[in-house]
């Protein structure tokens, strides 16, 4: 049994503490947002918050989060200013990457509400759009930056 908290919510589930918190947050907890591309830490696709600060859940295991504040897509409100400029700018195009990029966004505002064009650059370093949308992302983060203010 593994105890986390995602969401603001306490969750109690039975999981190996070795499996990686991205399977236990989609099929345990239920928490669907969050996807996955190489599985190897390289891409990105899998970024969650912990403790506020982005983490590839492939590559973590539940034991070592156990207690930790997880934060998902699924747990920033459709009314807060990176959600709302996401929508605004249009950023998304398949939508895949999307979940990883709007955490990223919204970890980076949290800790630097006015972030210069390079921060908001290297934040997203890690994080792949086979798309191609980085420069919508920044002109939403520019944009949930001035809504923040
Ligand atoms: S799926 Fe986790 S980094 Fe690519
Ligand atoms: S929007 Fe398609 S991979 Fe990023």
Redesign the pocket.
């Known amino acids: 049994m593994v105890r986390l908290r995602v969401n603001g919510k306490d969750f109690r589930v039975s999981a190996d503490p070795e499996e990686k918190l991205l399977w236990v947050i989609r099929e345990k907890v239920g928490f669907k947002g969050t996807k996955f591309g190489c599985l190897k830490g390289v891409c990105g696709?899998c970024t969650v918050l912990v403790n506020g600060t982005p983490i590839r859940s492939c590559q973590v295991s539940v034991k070592d989060v156990e207690g930790a504040e997880i934060t998902t897509v699924e747990g920033i409100p459709s009314d807060h200013p990176v959600k709302v400029a996401w929508k605004k700018v249009g950023?998304?195009?398949?939508?895949?990457?999307?979940s990883a990029?709007i955490v990223t966004a919204y970890a980076l505002l949290n800790k630097n509400p006015k972030p210069t064009h390079e921060d908001i650059v290297s934040a997203f370093k890690g994080n792949?759009?086979?798309?191609?949308?980085y420069p919508r992302i920044v002109r939403a983060v520019k944009l949930a930056s001035e809504m923040i203010r």
């Open positions: 696709t950023v998304p195009q398949c939508g895949y990457c999307q990029q792949l759009c086979r798309c191609g949308t």
